[in-house]
C-alpha cells in the first residue's frame, strides 16, 4: 500500500523529522508514501501557524527522495500537500497548487465561516445536525467556489471534534448534503481519500466512514487514495490491514495513487 497523507516538521503542528516518517513507512513494509503538509490560509485562531515554507519544505523532501533513492532505498517518496480550503481564499489557494511540481494536492475543510471545528466555540449554540451540515455545506462552497485540488480530505473531518463524535452520526442522517458534495467532486473529475485517522480518534470508523465510501463507489466514484493522516512517525499508515476490506466492502477493486498529480489505478 501506499499511504498519501502525512506531515512532518513542515507543518504547524508536527515535529516529525521526515527521515524518522520514511524509516517507519519502510518498516511497515509500505511501496510508497506521499508527504503532504499544511497549508492553512486566514486560520484565525492562530494565525500563521499553518503557512507553510514551501520552498524549504520541496527542497528538502526532494533532495531526500533523491539522496535515498541512491542508496537503495525500498519506497518511492512523493510530494504534495495539503490545502485549507476556504471559498474566499481560494485564488490564492489555486496559485499555490499550479505554481509547483506536487504529485498529488489534498483539499481539505479545517475551517468553516472562520472557526476550525477542532475548537469547542464551533459548536456554540448549535445542534450537532447544525454544526455538522454547516460543515459539509461548506465543503460544497468550496466544490463550487472552484478550488484546485486531487482528492477532498477526510470529508466527515467535522465527527472527530463534535461533543458527541460519531455517537450519532450516519450517512443516512446526511445523506442529501453528503450525496451533493460526492456527486459534485465525481463530476469535477476529482476524488476522495479513505482516512484511517478515524480509527486513531476512537471512533472506530475510517473518514469517511464505510458508509460514505460504498455510496461514493455506486455513485461512480473511482478515485480513492489512502493515507493515515500521520503526525508522528509511529501513526504511518496506522490500522492499514484494515483499508483493503473497507476498499473491497464498499466495491473498490482499485485504490489510486497520484504521480505529478496524475492518477494511476493499483489492484488491492
Ligand atoms: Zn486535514
Ligand atoms: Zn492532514
Redesign the pocket.
Known sequence: MWDQ???CMF?GDSDADPVLMINSAINKGLDGICF?D?LDYDYKEEPGLFDLDIAAYEKRIKRLAIVLKEKGCPINIHWGI?IGLQPHITDKNNEVAKKYPFDLV?G?SHVVNGIDPYYPAFYKGKTEHEAYTEYFESILDNLHSGADFDVY??IDYVVRYGPDKNKYYSYERYADIIDAILKEIISQGKGIEL?T?GFKYGLGHSNPTEDVLKRYHELGGEIITV?A?A?KPEHVAYDFDKVSNILKDAGFMYYTVFENRVPAFIKL
Do not use: P, R, V
Open positions: 497523507h502525512m506531515h507543518s503532504t499544511h495539503e489534498i481539505s480530505g477526510h482516512n485517522a493515507g493522516d503526525h
